[in-house]
Nanobody, 116 residues
Framework: QVQLVDSGGDLVQPGGSLTLSCAGSGFIFSNVPMSWYRQAPGKERELVARITASGDSTTYANSVKDRFTISRDNDKNTGFLQMDSLKPEDTAVYYC?????????WGQGTQVTVSS
C-alpha cells in the first residue's frame, strides 16, 4: 500500500537550518508530484512547497520563498525540504503529501520547533 514516512524534525534556534525527508513506498515515486504542508497549533494546514514528478519545477508559499528548498531523489524514492533561516513562525508539524488518482496520501508528520 502507499506509504509516506516523514522525518527530520527537531528543535532549532532562530536562524538555524533543518532538512526534512519523506520516504515513499508502494507506488512509482518518480511518476508523482510531491508537496510539503505544515500545520501550526490552532491554524489550518497550509501548503509550503511543491515539486513536479521529475523535479524540474518547484513552487513555494510566499512566507518561505528564498528560505526553503524542495527537492527529490527519485532513485531513492525520497523527497526533501531544506529549511534555512528558520523563524519562530515556522514552528509547525510538517507533512509530505501526494495525490494518486484523486486519492490523497499524507506522511505521519514531523515536528519542527524554532525557539531560543
Amino acid at each position: 500500500q502507499v506509504q509516506l514516512v516523514d522525518s527530520g524534525g527537531d528543535l532549532v534556534q532562530p536562524g538555524g537550518s533543518l532538512t526534512l525527508s519523506c520516504a515513499g513506498s508502494g507506488f512509482i515515486f518518480s511518476n508523482v508530484p510531491m508537496s510539503w504542508y505544515r500545520q501550526a497549533p490552532g491554524k489550518e494546514r497550509e501548503l509550503v512547497a511543491r515539486i513536479t514528478a521529475s523535479g524540474d519545477s518547484t513552487t513555494y508559499a510566499n512566507s518561505v520563498k528564498d528560505r526553503f528548498t524542495i527537492s527529490r531523489d527519485n532513485d531513492k524514492n525520497t523527497g526533501f525540504l531544506q529549511m534555512d533561516s528558520l523563524k519562530p513562525e515556522d514552528t509547525a508539524v510538517y507533512y509530505c503529501n501526494i495525490v494518486i488518482a484523486w486519492s490523497t496520501y499524507w506522511g505521519q508528520g514531523t515536528q519542527v520547533t524554532v525557539s531560543s
